[in-house]
Structures are given as C-alpha cells and as structure tokens.
C-alpha cells in the first residue's frame, strides 16, 4: 500500500468514523443538554480516530467490513476520549489544552467534565451491545464487552493511569515505564485491533495474531508520542512541546534517549508486520497504518 | 410475607452478594494496588445492598434463581458505588462522609477516587458480559448492557445527577424535582428489577410490569430518603440529617412538606403492589421489599 493510497484509506475510514460519532452522540440541544453539549465538544474536537480506524481495519483483516463494527469502533473512540477528559482533570494531569482547544473542564466546569467522561465511557457499553445486532453469532457480544473492560479498566487504561500517577516528579525504572505505556496506551490499541476481528469473526489465531500485532504497535504509538513530545512543535502537536518534562512525566526519550527510543518503535512495527504476515493480503493497511504510526508528526 | 420472613429474606440474600462483591473485586495486594483499596473501601463499606437484592427479587419474581443472577445482581451494586464516590467529589456535592466513613476522596485523594468510580464502572458491565454465560439465551446480553447503560448514562442517573447540580440554590418547580429523583435514583432502581426479570428469562409482559414497579419503587426510595435526611439522626443515618438544606437541594419535604411527601411514597408503594399482583406469589418478597422500602429507618 503506497503513502497516496494509505491517504485515502484514513480519509475514507475517518469520514466514515466521524459521521457515525455525529449519529450515536445526542444533539446539543437534547436534555440534559449541558453534558450533551460537553460529550460532542470533545469527542468531535478532531483527532486522528486512531482506535476506531483500527477496530475497522482488525475486522477487514479477516475479511469483515467497516459498517459491520462501526458502532464498536465509536465505542473504541468514546472510552479513549472518556479517558483524556478525565486524565486532563486538575486532580490528575491538570491541563488546560488538548487537541488544540481548552479541555473539557475549563469550558464546562469540573463536575460537568467527570459526568460527561462517565457518560461516554457508559455510552461506549450501550454501542457495542448495539453492534451485536449486526454479527452473526451473539455469543461474541459477551467476549467483546470482556475485551473492552479489561482493556479500560484497572488491568488495563485505568491501571495505566494510576502507576503514572504514582509515578510522577519519581524516578522510576524502565520496566515500571513500559508498564505504564503498555497499560494506559497498548492496552486499548490490542482491544480496538481484537473486537475489530472478534465482530467480524475471525478465527481465534487470527485474533491471537491481531492482538499481539496491537499490542506492540500501541506501545511503538507511546514511544512515538514521546518522542514528539521531545521534539514537536506546538503548531503539530495541538498541545504544548516538553509537556511530559514539565510534570516531570517518565518518558522513554528521557530514559533511553531519542535515538534508542526511535530504534525500539522502529523494531517494534517490524515485529507488527511479522504477526501480520500470515493473514495475507487483507491485513495490508493494517501493516501500513503501522508505518504510519512510526511516522506520524503529530 | 411477614417481617421476620422478610428480614432473613434480606438477610440471606445479602449474605449471598456480599460474598460475591468479595469474589468479584480485586484483592488489595494486587496491583495496582492503590485503586483497588480503593474499589474495596467503598463497596465493601456496608450499606443495604438494595439494587443487588432488587436484582434476585425481579429473577425470583419470574420463577429464576439467586444464583443465576449474581454477577448482574454485583454490577449493580458496582454502578451505584461508583456514582456515590463521584457524586461526593468536591466537584460536585463535596461530602466527606458515607455511609459514617471518609468518603473515598478523603481517604485515597481525588485523582485516585475518579479512578475508582471509573473502574467500578467498567467492571460493572464485564460482570454482565459473565453473567451471559449463566442464562438461556446468549441474545438476552444485549438487552441487558443495553438496559444498564440508559440507566446508569446521561438518559439515566448522569441526566438526574446534571440537573441536580445545576438546580443547586436555584428555586425548582416539582416537576424538575421528579426529573431529579427519576433519573438520579429510579432509573437505576428500576433497572435493577428488569436486568434480573430478563436474565432468568421473563416473558416481555412481566419484565414491563415489573421495570413499572421498579420506576414507582425507586421515585418512593427517594422521597423517603429525603424524609430521612429531614428527620433522621447521625446514628441512624451513617451521615449528617439536614445536608441536603445546607446544600439547598431540593426535596419533596422542602417543595410538598411532609406529610404529603409521606402519602406520595405511601400512594407509590401501593401502586408497586398492585402492579406485581398480576405476577402471583413468586413477587411476593419484591412487595414485602416495597413495605421496607417504605418504613426503613436509614
């Protein structure tokens, strides 16, 4: 898959994530409005919809199509932004921009902005229940709903971020970082990637390989998260450069070093392509969303 | 049912979630540990254990067993805990005692009490997602987290918490009162009664009768419990009578006074009752749990 046609993949699949986020999203005007309006102001900011495009890409894989998992890849997206809206509280990582715009407690206030984050995370249940109307054996619904509260709960994001917390202004070890990325990033990547295969019904080696594909390009996503933090400018980022450092965040550019850092997401997306191998032909953007992923600027 | 049949009724049924609860959370050494101290502090904290009992009544009032409604019957209770620790945050009712504890935020700090509420959440639905694998039809997991997620989402409980923050030292007609204690209290309460009435497999006209029980059950739940607040003592109440006039929330006491909010919660009982006659003897205890409802002390 060729750059040009990687383009228009993202853009067609984007298109199509974020149509589906504007159906399955209340109206502003809807009551109780406020956290209506505090749901779609931060789901809709923009971003790349990362997981949703992979939970697409897992289930064309293995030869499913998008409209058949487009709900759960809203899911996917839903809990990631439940996650960045309460990670951006002022009794978490307190920041006041994401994704270039005021984060969702500065506009709404702070109870708004944890009830909005508690509404899109339950929101995201209720749409992969919805999705199990369009497979064809319901008994997948169950191994869904499992995959995903793993993935976001304290075994998963949830523990991620509690361990970051922990770990702020100390020095901590690599194995207590790789914990944290593993945790608070991996962990959803592997799930979009699994519940986009597990939906279209693929087989469970397929799903195994998928998973572990996830696993390691969600931790090469982090390394390159903090490699761009390192290096970015505001303008690419939408968020300030050298954030990480200033909340005395570990990275792995600062343990490690940039160069290292690079060399380890770059091994890591060739050990992605490897996984994905054996699944032939239909895995192909999957393997070019990994370039990306190494090579995205923001 | 007599009260002393009702009290062993509570008594052995609340034995059987409370060993559940302890099975199904996370043990304090396991990490990260901190969250799940914190898990455990809030749901294990005692309390009446009212939506999981509601859970095996509405089985029961079916013909289904305790048994097979456990996992449902614990996610529950999981989703009622995570909204108190995220209601008693200083973002939003600022209280720093439940239950005659400190409130999880007192105890663990903010950022780690979100976290709690958001990983009780999430559990809660892959409970459900287990719970599948007790029942009949794999289909009826749909309807169940579907169920779930409006009861506990902006349609729901988050809908009545937003309106109730934003009626704070605000005058509120009795109608925005009833939109309060509806979605803040009943959803949850009635939902409660159908997941168990359609996880033991009810017919659609009895899980219906018995969710318009549950919504009555619920609106009377809540007035007596703002009839409590006016006149209950610390000793009985585990938290200090007459918070919610300090807070300026309104009551039915404040809006009706209370005699008429007594009758109101007196005509709902009545009306629960005569809704689960249709149902014949099995719904018995759900009606000897409306006249608790009614006459309890805390």
Known sequence: MSSVDLAAYLKDRRTLVDEALERVLPAEDVLPATVHRAMRYSVLAGGKRLRPILVIA??????????????????????????????????MDDDDYRRGRLTSHKVFGEAVAILAGDALLTLAFKLVAENAAL????????????ELADAAGTFGMVGGQVVDI???????????????????????????????ALLA???????????????????????????????GSLEELGKTAGSDARKQKATYPALHGVPASRR???????????????????????GALADYVLERKN
């Open 58 to 91: 897992g289930a064309e894989a293995v030869g499913g199509a998008a409209r058949e998992v487009l709900p759960a890849a809203c899911a996917l997206e839903l809990i990631h932004t439940y996650s960045l809206i309460h990670d951006d509280l002022p009794a």
């Open 135 to 146: 497979v064809r054996d319901p008994r997948v619904l169950r191994d869904v709903v499992a």
């Open 166 to 196: 922990e770990s702020e202004g100390k020095t901590i070890t690599p194995a207590t970082l790789e914990y944290i990325h593993l945790h608070k990033t991996a962990a959803l990547i592997r799930a979009a990637l699994r519940v986009g």
């Open 201 to 231: 019904g693929g087989a469970p080696p397929a799903v195994e390989a998928i998973g572990d594909a996830g696993r390691d390009l969600g931790l090469a996503f982090q390394i390159v998260d903090d490699i761009l933090d390192v290096e």
């Open 264 to 286: 380890e997401a770059q091994r890591l997306v060739a050990r992605v392509k490897e996984r994905l191998a054996a699944l032939g032909p239909r895995a192909t953007p999957l």
